[in-house]
């Protein structure tokens, strides 16, 4: 059995446009970067907060795609560190999944996934840009958008109830928040949030309405 894991932070907040965020080396934080993602055995990936799920290494990495940070590249510096590039992606402009660029494949779709995206001959990248119409495109040359790649998964790609199958591994339900109560203003008992909007104190008839 497979016993290393990706350690992801399931609250809502950590992703990262479709992508799930994975404990970082060293405590370094959480990454979308598989590259940069801690390993963990069966064990250590168990022995986190509940907030926290494991996932089998090789189910993820059979599932990965591959994504561009937007925060790390620019135009500018593309064309003046590959001039001579003979092989081009477009990019979709003001369109990001994430911090992800948003890339034109062959059949005329976008994908977040740059393993998908068309790889276009210099000669003919006007005649693609054109196929978009006014929504117009950025190019960028092929070898410095590899150069910035990086492995990732979405949530749409993985299972985590297929990913675990056959693991033993039983992830912890999610605990019920504590009701919030309060002391009644007039005798001092506990009454419950939502009962001190339904009615007033059952035993002294003190109204404790905010």
Same mark, same amino acid.
């Given at each position: 059995?497979?016993?290393?894991?990706?350690?992801?932070?399931?609250?809502?907040?950590?992703?990262?446009?479709?992508?799930?965020?994975?404990?970082?080396?060293?405590?370094?934080?959480?990454?979308?970067?598989?590259?940069?993602?801690?390993?963990?055995?069966r064990?250590?990936? +168990?022995?986190?907060?509940?907030?926290?799920?494991?996932?089998?290494?090789?189910?993820?990495?059979?599932?990965?795609?591959?994504?561009?940070? +937007?925060?790390?590249?620019?135009?500018? #510096?593309?064309?003046?560190?590959?001039?001579?590039?003979?092989?081009?992606?477009?990019?979709?402009?003001? +369109?990001?999944?994430?911090?992800?660029?948003?890339?034109?494949?062959?059949?005329?779709?976008?994908?977040?996934?740059?393993?998908?995206?068309?790889?276009?001959?210099?000669?003919?990248?006007?005649?693609?840009?054109?196929?978009l119409?006014?929504?117009?495109?950025?190019?960028?040359?092929?070898?410095?958008?590899?150069?910035?790649?990086?492995?990732?998964?979405?949530?749409?790609?993985?299972?985590?109830? #297929?990913?675990?199958?056959?693991?033993?591994?039983?992830?912890?339900?999610?605990?019920?928040?504590? #009701?919030?109560?309060?002391?009644?203003?007039?005798?001092?008992?506990?009454?419950?949030? #939502?009962?001190?909007y339904?009615?007033?104190c059952?035993? +002294?008839?003190?109204?404790?309405?905010?």
């Open positions: 059995m497979d016993d290393q894991f990706y350690l992801q932070d399931s609250r809502s907040h950590a992703n990262v446009g479709d992508g799930l965020s994975f404990w970082g080396f060293g405590g370094s934080g959480y990454v979308t970067d598989l590259a940069k993602a801690q390993v963990f055995t064990d250590g990936a +168990c022995d986190h907060r509940d907030t926290d799920i494991p996932w089998p290494k090789a189910y993820v990495d059979a599932r990965a795609r591959v994504g561009v940070d +937007c925060q790390y590249v620019t135009p500018s #510096e593309a064309l003046d560190q590959y001039p001579d590039a003979t092989e081009f992606y477009i990019q979709k402009p003001q +369109c990001w999944n994430g911090n992800n660029l948003i890339w034109l494949c062959a059949d005329g779709v976008f994908t977040s996934d740059l393993s998908k995206a068309v790889a276009v001959p210099r000669a003919h990248t006007i005649t693609w840009i054109g196929k119409g006014s929504a117009g495109a950025v190019v960028w040359p092929k070898p410095y958008i590899d150069k910035h790649a990086r492995r990732l998964v979405e949530r749409d790609d993985v299972n985590i109830k #297929e990913a675990l199958r056959g693991t033993g591994i039983k992830l912890a339900k999610p605990r019920k928040p504590r #009701e919030m109560v309060f002391n009644c203003q007039g005798c001092g008992r506990f009454i419950s949030d #939502e009962r001190r339904q009615e007033d059952r035993n +002294c008839g003190t109204s404790n309405t905010p």
